[in-house]
C-alpha cells in the first residue's frame, strides 16, 4: 500500500512517524501480506477494510470517528463490526458509513447535522449503528461529504433529485467536502460543487451548481475516481497513471509540491499499465501496477503490485461480485440446488433466509442487464426482467427440492412481509410487488393466507404515490404476465369462498371478511389498471365463474342495496372493512354474464315486488279513502292482434314510471288465453315483426351484414322508437329474448360507450374494410390516391347528398395526419350525429323500464345477449332439460330416434328448429339449461307434420316409428315454417 498527504493525526496509519506532510507515495508496513478490500479517508482519521471484511481505523476519535475507544496511529479493528462482513466504506469529516454484503448500512461518528441518517439527538456516535430507514432498498454503494452522505441503490442513475444525470448511466459516485464526482458506465468524469482549489478538474476555481464534465479526461478511459475533503484522483487503466486535482497543501496530489491543481496532473511515480503480460527484467521496486486508489481528508492512498506479479486494476464500472448482497441469479440456485434433498447445511439454509427475509435482495434480482434499461428504472420503468423472474422462480420452487421451498416460504411468511410498510423510500422498493407473484408458492392454496393474502394486504395498504407507480409497472406488462397476477388473486377468492361455504366458525368472520376484502381489492386495481389502459386483458378474464355456485348472488345483491341505503362505505381501509359483511356485488367485475343476468332479475323482482307492494297498500287504503283509485299489481297490456303497436303505444303513453316495473301480463281482445307467460312471448314476437316492417321505414337494412340500423329518412316520429326501447326494457324485464337485428353499436351506446371502426366494420363490411386501408396505407401521397375530403354522400329519395363530417368538411383534404379524424368522425356520423333524435328516444324508452345501475354492469354483448339471446348451443344439454308429456317418456321409442335424427342434423338446420320452436334461432343469456322443450305425443297418424306452440316451447309430435320418415317430416316442417309460425 502507498500513502501520501496529511499524516498530523496518524490518518496515514505510518505509526510515529516524524513528518506531518508525505508528499510522495510512500509503503506502509502495516499492510504488507494483507489484501485490502476498500480504504474511506475523513479529514483527520482513515478507516480500512480487509478482504474478509474486517474493519480498521486509524487517526483522530475526538468525535468517536473511529468506532472504539482509543486513538491510533496505526490502524485498530473495529470490534464491533466483528459480526458484519463489510465489502465498502466512505468517510466524511468526521463520520463513517460502512456497507455489509446483505446491503445494510452502518454510521458512527459525528452526527450534527443528521449526517449518519439515525434517528436521535446525540452528537456523536461512537459505536457502529445500523441505518433502519436504507433497510428496504439494495445499497450498492456509500459515499460521505463533509457533513452529508449519499447511498447508491442497485443500478440507479444517481440520488433522485439529480436529474441533470439521469441519462448518463452513472455507475459510481464519490464525495469531498463540498464537491461531488460520478463517473459514467463509459468512463467519463463529471464533478459539481466547490471549486475553489481546482477540485472538480475544470481548469478553474468557479464553482458548479450542475453537473459538469472534466474535458481533459474525455481523451481517455477513467475507470475509478476517488474525492479527498478538496481533491479528486483518477484513474486511467491505458496509461497505469493516476491524475490528480484541487487542493496540493498537504501534498495530497502526489506531485511532489504543495501547490494546487485546477486540471488533472499525474502523480508523481513509476506508474506501470497492465496490459495482461508481466515483463521479468522490470525492477519490480521501482515500478508500480495500480490496482486501486484511494482518497479522503487530505490524504490519498494506492493499492499496487509489482509488474512481475501484476492483475488487471479495480474498475468501479463493473461492480465486483464479491461485493454485492445476495440477489436471486442462476449461479446462486445452482448452488442451492446442487444440495441434495434432505441434508441441506446449515450456511446454505442461511443463504435462502437472508435473501428472502430481505425486500433490498428481491428488490435487487432479477434487473434487465441485457442491455441499458436498468438505468432508466423510474415511476414508468422497473428496470425488471419478469421472464427472468419466472424462469428463475420456476427453476428454483420445485417438487425434487422441498427444503428449499420451505425455508423460502418460511422467510417470506416470518420476516419480509410482516416487515413491509406503507410508505417506501424510493420507488426500486417497488420491484418485488411485480416479480413475488411470479414465485410458484404464491399460487400454491397451501399458502394462500401465509404468503398471498398477506402480501396482498402489504399492496392494498400502499401509499397513493407508490401504488400508482406500481399501477404504471403493471400497465406495460405482456398479458401473459399481467393475467398471471389476476388469476392469482381469482384463486385466492375461490378458494375462500369455498371454505365460507362449507362454513366459517363466529369467532373467525372478521378475519375472513378481512382475507376476502383484501383479495378482491387487489382485484379492483388490477381491474382499474387494465380499464384504464385500454384493456390489457380481455375483461371476461376477471369473471369467477364459480361465484354462482358458492355464494347465494340473490341474497348477495339484497345485502349490497341494503349497505348502500344505510350508507355504508365500503371504499375505506381494511382494517374497517372487517366489520363489514363481504358484499361480491361490492367487486361486479368478477361476475360472468349469467352471475350479471340474476343480479338483473334479482333487481326486477326486487322493483316488481316494491311495485305490487305500493299497489297493496293503495289498494287497501282505496278501501277506506274513495279518493284513492285502485291499482292493479302487474302492467296489463289489452291489445288487438290487427292493431298490436297502435294498442301497445296508447296504453304505454298513460303508463307511470312505477308501473314499468311490474310484471308484464298480455290479453288479447277476444281471447280466452290466461298469460302464463306464453302469451306474453307471443306479444314480444308479433310487435317486433310489426316495428320492424318496412312499411314503417323506421330502420334501414344492410344486405352485406343482415343487420339493422336507424334510418335518418324516416317519417315517423320518435314515439315509436321510444315504443321500441320500451318494448327491449320490458323484454329484458320480463325475461323473454326478442329477434332484433341491431349492431353491436346500439349496446354500446345504452352503456354509454363510443361505437369504434370495428362497428362500422360490423354493420357496412365494405365501408369498414375501405376505412381499414385508409388507415394502414403507407405512403404520403393519400390526397392524390384516395381523393377526399371531410365529407359523406347520402341516399336522399333516391337522389345523393353531401354532408360535411366537421365544419368546412368540403374544403378539408384527408391526408396523412388527419386520417385517423376522418375516419372517427365517419364512425361518429353513421352511429351518433345521424340519429341522434331517434337514439335518444329509443334509450329514453330503454332506460325508462331497464335503467339502473345493475345494467351498467354489463358488458356491450352481454346486454346484447339479454335482449336476442346468444348463440352458445350445447344440444346435448337441450336434449336433458325436455320434458315430455302423454304418452312420451325419455326413453320412448320415438323420443330416441327424434333425438338421434336431431343430433344427426347440419347446425343450420338445428337453428332452424330453434326458430320454428321458440321463435328464435338464439338462445337465452343463461344458457340451454334455461330453454325448455316440451314435446307431447299427438293422435294423428304418421302422414302429420310435428306442429310447433311457439309461446311455450311446446313441439307436437306424432308417434313416428321411423327415423326417416321422422327425419323427413321433422325437416319439411322446419322449411315449411315462414315467419314466426305461431300457434
Known amino acids: 500500500m502507498l500513502c501520501w498527504g496529511n499524516a498530523s493525526f496518524g490518518q496515514l496509519g505510518l505509526g510515529g512517524i516524524d513528518e506531518e506532510i508525505v508528499l510522495e507515495p510512500r509503503k506502509s508496513d502495516f499492510f ?17 477494510v480487509l478482504d474478509d471484511g474486517t474493519v480498521y481505523t486509524c487517526g483522530c476519535n475526538d468525535l468517536g470517528q473511529l468506532g472504539h475507544e482509543k486513538s491510533r496511529k496505526k490502524p485498530e479493528q473495529v470490534v464491533a463490526l466483528d459480526a458484519q462482513n463489510i465489502v465498502a466504506v466512505s468517510c466524511g469529516e468526521a463520520h463513517t458509513l460502512a456497507l455489509n454484503d446483505k446491503g445494510q448500512v452502518y454510521a458512527w461518528g459525528l452526527d450534527s447535522d443528521g449526517q449518519l441518517g439515525l434517528l436521535g439527538s446525540e452528537e456523536c456516535i461512537r459505536v457502529p449503528r445500523n441505518i433502519k430507514s436504507l433497510s428496504d432498498i439494495h445499497i450498492v454503494q456509500v459515499a460521505c461529504g463533509y457533513y452529508h452522505s449519499l447511498a447508491l441503490s442497485k443500478d440507479r442513475y444517481v440520488p433522485n433529485l439529480l436529474k441533470s444525470l439521469r441519462s448518463q448511466k452513472i455507475v459510481y459516485i464519490c464525495c469531498g467536502e463540498d464537491h461531488t464526482a460520478a463517473l459514467t458506465k463509459e468512463g467519463g468524469v463529471f464533478t459539481f460543487g466547490a471549486g475553489g482549489y481546482g477540485q472538480l478538474g475544470h481548469n478553474s476555481t468557479s464553482h458548479e451548481i450542475n453537473p459538469r464534465k ?75 501496477c495500480v490496482k486501486r486508489i484511494f482518497s479522503g481528508g487530505d490524504q490519498s492512498f494506492s493499492h499496487y503490485s509489482s509488474p512481475q506479479n501484476c492483475g488487471p486494476p479495480d474498475d468501479f464500472r463493473y461492480p465486483d461480485p464479491s461485493k454485492q448482497i445476495w440477489t436471486v441469479n442462476e449461479a446462486l440456485i445452482q448452488k442451492w440446488l446442487s444440495y441434495p434433498s434432505g441434508r441441506f447445511p446449515v450456511e446454505i439454509a442461511n443463504e435462502i433466509d437472508g435473501t428472502f427475509s430481505s425486500s433490498g435482495c428481491l428488490n435487487g434480482s432479477f434487473l434487465a442487464v441485457s442491455n441499458d434499461d436498468h438505468y432508466r428504472t ?51 422498493a417497488l420491484r418485488f410487488y411485480l416479480t413475488l407473484p411470479e414465485c410458484p408458492l404464491m399460487s400454491d392454496s397451501n399458502n394462500f393466507t401465509t404468503i398471498a393474502i398477506p402480501f396482498g394486504t402489504a399492496l392494498v395498504n400502499l401509499e397513493k404515490a407508490p401504488l400508482k407507480v406500481l399501477e404504471n409497472w403493471w400497465s406495460v406488462l405482456e398479458p401473459p404476465l399481467f393475467l398471471k397476477i389476476v388469476e392469482l388473486f381469482k384463486e385466492v377468492v375461490v378458494h375462500l369462498l369455498k371454505l365460507y361455504k362449507i362454513g366459517i366458525p363466529p369467532s373467525e368472520r372478521r378475519i375472513f371478511n378481512n382475507f376476502l376484502h383484501t383479495a378482491l381489492k387487489v382485484l379492483e386495481i388490477l381491474h382499474r389498471v387494465n380499464e384504464k389502459t385500454g384493456q390489457i386483458i380481455q375483461y371476461d378474464k376477471f369473471y369467477i365463474h364459480e361465484v354462482q355456485e358458492l355464494i347465494d348472488i340473490r341474497n348477495d345483491y339484497i345485502n349490497w342495496v341494503q349497505q348502500q341505503a344505510y350508507g355504508m362505505d365500503v371504499n375505506h381501509g381494511l382494517t374497517e372493512l372487517a366489520d363489514i359483511p363481504v358484499t361480491i356485488c361490492t367487486y361486479p367485475f368478477v361476475f360472468d354474464a349469467q352471475a350479471k343476468t340474476t343480479l338483473l332479475q334479482t333487481d326486477a323482482v326486487l322493483q316488481m315486488q316494491m311495485a305490487i307492494d305500493q299497489a297493496h297498500r293503495q289498494n287497501v287504503s282505496s278501501l277506506f279513502l274513495p279518493v284513492i283509485e285502485s291499482v ?14 297502435g294498442d301497445a303505444m296508447e296504453v304505454l303513453r298513460k303508463t307511470k314510471n312505477i308501473d314499468y316495473k311490474k310484471p308484464l301480463k298480455v290479453i288479447f281482445v277476444g281471447e280466452d288465453a290466461v298469460d302464463a307467460g306464453g302469451v306474453r312471448k307471443e306479444f314480444f314476437l308479433l310487435i317486433m315483426r310489426e316495428l320492424l316492417d318496412p312499411k314503417y321505414g323506421m330502420f334501414r337494412y344492410y344486405e352485406d351484414s343482415r ?35 341491431f349492431p353491436l353499436a346500439l349496446y354500446k351506446k345504452l352503456l354509454k360507450k363510443k361505437p369504434s371502426l370495428d362497428d362500422l366494420k360490423e354493420l357496412m363490411p365494405d365501408v369498414g374494410r375501405s376505412m381499414q386501408q385508409l388507415l394502414d396505407y403507407p405512403e404520403d401521397d393519400i390526397e392524390e390516391t384516395f381523393c377526399l375530403n371531410f365529407t359523406i354522400t347520402v341516399e336522399n329519395f333516391g337522389a345523393t347528398e353531401v354532408k360535411e363530417l366537421v365544419l368546412n368538411g368540403a374544403d378539408t383534404a384527408v391526408n396523412k395526419q388527419n386520417r385517423q379524424e376522418f375516419v372517427d368522425a365517419y364512425v361518429d356520423y353513421i352511429f351518433n350525429k345521424s340519429v341522434a333524435s331517434l337514439f335518444d328516444a329509443f334509450h329514453a324508452g330503454f332506460h325508462k323500464v331497464c335503467g339502473g345501475k345493475v345494467l351498467l354492469l354489463f358488458q356491450p354483448n352481454e346486454l346484447q345477449a339479454m335482449v336476442i339471446g346468444n348463440t352458445n348451443y350445447d344440444w346435448k344439454e337441450l336434449e336433458k332439460n325436455t320434458e315430455y308429456k302423454g304418452e312420451y317418456w325419455a326413453e320412448h321409442p320415438t323420443i330416441k330416434i327424434f333425438w338421434e335424427v336431431f343430433h344427426e342434423l347440419p347446425l343450420e338446420k338445428k337453428k332452424q328448429f330453434l326458430l320454428f320452436l321458440t321463435g328464435s334461432d338464439r338462445i337465452p343469456i343463461l344458457g340451454m339449461k334455461s330453454l325448455k322443450l316440451v314435446i307431447q305425443s299427438t293422435g294423428g297418424g304418421e302422414e302429420y307434420l310435428p306442429v310447433s306452440h311457439t309461446c311455450f316451447n311446446l313441439l307436437d309430435l306424432p308417434k313416428y316409428t321411423e327415423k326417416e320418415t321422422l327425419r323427413t317430416k321433422l325437416i319439411q316442417a322446419i322449411d315449411h315454417n315462414e315467419g314466426f309460425s305461431l300457434i
Open 378 to 428: 423510474g415511476t414508468k420503468f422497473s428496470g425488471v426482467d419478469m421472464n427472468t423472474a419466472r424462469l428463475l422462480f420456476h427453476k428454483l420452487i420445485q417438487p425434487d427440492h422441498p427444503q428449499i421451498s420451505q425455508q423460502v416460504a418460511a422467510s417470506l411468511e416470518k420476516n419480509l412481509i410482516p416487515k413491509l410498510t406503507s410508505s417506501l423510500p424510493d420507488v426500486e
Open 707 to 741: 343487420l339493422i340500423w336507424f334510418s335518418d329518412k324516416t317519417f315517423e316520429d320518435s314515439d315509436l322508437f321510444h315504443l321500441i326501447g320500451v318494448i327491449c326494457g320490458l323484454a329484458i324485464y320480463n325475461f323473454t329474448i326478442v329477434d332484433l337485428h
Open 32 to 48: 504488507i501480506h494483507k489484501k485490502v478490500r476498500d480504504v474511506g479517508c475523513g479529514l483527520r482519521h482513515t478507516v480500512f
Open 214 to 288: 472534466v474535458f481533459e479526461l474525455m481523451g481517455s478511459i477513467v475507470t475509478q475516481i476517488a474525492c479527498g475533503r478538496q481533491h479528486t484522483s483518477a484513474f486511467v487503466p491505458s496509461s497505469g497513471r493516476i491524475y490528480s486535482f484541487g487542493l496540493g497543501g498537504n501534498g495530497q496530489l502526489g506531485t511532489g509540491s504543495t501547490s494546487n491543481r485546477k486540471s488533472p496532473f499525474t502523480v508523481k511515480g513509476n506508474w506501470f499499465p497492465y496490459n495482461g503480460q508481466c515483463l521479468p527484467d522490470i525492477d519490480s521496486e521501482e515500478y508500480f
Open 632 to 645: 292493479n299489481p302487474c302492467l296489463i297490456l289489452v291489445v288487438r292482434r290487427e292493431n298490436i303497436v
